[in-house]
């Protein structure tokens, strides 16, 4: 049985997810677990982003600290935090996007799967993905219908759809 790890760029996914579908409300291990399908071992979940800080607004820090919260109760799901700087006028996400290419090739090097799904759409992951495919890992893609990374349709070995009917199952009311 195949060994998958799932790696999920938490703030693609969430812009994605509203945009494409209108609600957020995911179960985290049923999406992973979907992926998988039944004839694969679903080894972990990997969740990225970056915390919001509580001075620059304290509803969505609390909002957020209260989902991450609930992240953490799930089974088989890891959560990795970058940070947020202030950057030119705006908010930049830091180290969330390392932490994830880190991790994946990590986890490859030291054979815990052998296939990795992404959930992202930042072409900048392709290097990475080539390099899992140089150690014999097997990368799918999963990504919404608009905002496709082209580098990761050439890439990766399979491409996912998330559409409604995908994620219908793993929405949690």
């Known amino acids: ?43 972990r979940t990997y969740y990225y982003n970056a915390p919001v800080n509580q001075e620059d607004n304290e509803a969505i820090y609390k909002s957020q600290q209260r989902f991450f919260n609930e992240l953490k109760k ?24 390392i932490y994830l290419a880190v991790d994946m090739l990590r986890y490859a090097y030291n054979n815990i799967y052998d296939v990795a799904i992404l959930i992202s759409s ?18 799918e893609y999963a990504h919404f219908a608009t905002g496709i990374s082209k580098h990761l349709m050439d890439c990766c070995d399979k491409n996912i759809l998330l559409n409604e009917d995908l994620l219908k199952p793993c929405f949690t009311h």
Request: charged share 30%.
């Open 1 to 43: 049985m195949k060994r998958v790890c799932v790696f999920i760029d938490g703030s693609n996914f969430y812009h994605g997810i509203k945009h494409h579908i209108g609600k957020t409300n995911i179960d985290f291990n049923k999406l992973s677990l979907t992926l998988c399908n039944s004839e694969r071992e679903l080894v």
């Open 74 to 97: 799930l089974p088989d799901l890891q959560l990795r935090l970058g940070r947020l700087e202030h950057k030119s006028g705006g908010v930049k996400e830091k180290g969330v996007d």
């Open 122 to 139: 930042d072409g900048d992951f392709s290097e990475a993905v080539n390099a899992l495919k140089d150690l014999g890992k097997h990368v």
